[in-house]
């Protein structure tokens, strides 16, 4: 039996579907700027996210027959963008390898706990940014795009273990950033 449930159907996709220029507009109206945040989130430049954007739409319109409500449209969208915008990474030559995991247990969660993330959301997003690119990438997919750490190491060709390695070193770093901050 199959378990799927399908997504409630989008109007103004299926209008895309049957070739409505407006909704097409439409469509790209709403999802742009949420789109171009992940790609971004991944990117860190404006310029590289608006690019990856724009084909990523492209390519969700000449492909809107392969949609099938497994999962809601912006998701299946957000998928392309950050498959695009990973991809731009690899061109670059950014490379992820797994690292030395000998010293894992020193990245044991319990060593960040979630309560210390409460500080002012742009100071948090400034030591985001500080971040080195590989932790920076992992750590927005995972907390702010909230994909699986599953997916994201399919997605980077990488484990299961140095994704959840890198984004407790990254959490960490973060809190380090906020905090030497508060005392400096």
């Given at each position: 039996?199959?378990?799927?449930?399908?997504?409630?159907?989008?109007?103004?996709?299926?209008?895309?579907?049957?070739?409505?220029?407006?909704?097409?507009?439409?469509?790209?109206?709403?999802?742009?700027?949420?789109?171009?945040?992940?790609?971004?989130?991944?990117?860190?430049?404006?310029?590289?996210?608006?690019?990856?954007?724009?084909?990523?739409?492209?390519?969700?319109?000449?492909?809107?027959?392969?949609?099938?409500?497994?999962?809601?449209?912006?998701?299946?969208?957000?998928?392309?963008?950050?498959?695009?915008?990973?991809?731009?990474?690899?061109?670059?030559?950014?490379?992820?390898?797994?690292?030395?995991?000998?010293?894992?247990?020193?990245?044991?969660?319990?060593?960040?706990?979630?309560?210390?993330?409460?500080?002012?959301?742009?100071?948090?997003?400034?030591?985001?940014?500080?971040?080195?690119?590989n932790y920076r990438?992992?750590?927005?997919?995972f907390v702010i795009?909230?994909?699986?750490?599953?997916?994201?190491?399919?997605?980077?060709?990488?484990?299961?273990?140095?994704?959840?390695?890198?984004?407790?070193?990254?959490?960490?770093?973060?809190?380090?950033?906020?905090n030497s901050k508060?005392?400096?």
């Open positions: 039996m199959d378990q799927t449930i399908e997504i409630a159907r989008d109007e103004q996709v299926e209008l895309c579907k049957k070739g409505d220029n407006s909704a097409y507009f439409s469509v790209y109206e709403r999802y742009a700027k949420p789109m171009l945040n992940s790609s971004m989130r991944v990117l860190n430049n404006i310029a590289d996210a608006e690019d990856m954007v724009q084909e990523a739409f492209i390519d969700a319109f000449n492909n809107l027959e392969s949609f099938t409500y497994k999962s809601s449209f912006e998701a299946w969208l957000r998928r392309i963008v950050i498959n695009k915008s990973i991809s731009l990474l690899r061109k670059r030559k950014i490379t992820w390898a797994d690292i030395d995991l000998s010293d894992a247990a020193a990245d044991a969660p319990e060593e960040t706990p979630e309560d210390q993330f409460e500080f002012d959301l742009q100071r948090v997003k400034a030591a985001i940014r500080e971040l080195p690119e990438v992992i750590f927005n997919l795009d909230e994909l699986k750490q599953d997916e994201i190491a399919s997605l980077l060709n990488i484990s299961h273990n140095n994704v959840r390695t890198i984004y407790h070193r990254a959490k960490k770093k973060v809190l380090d950033i906020l508060d005392h400096g």
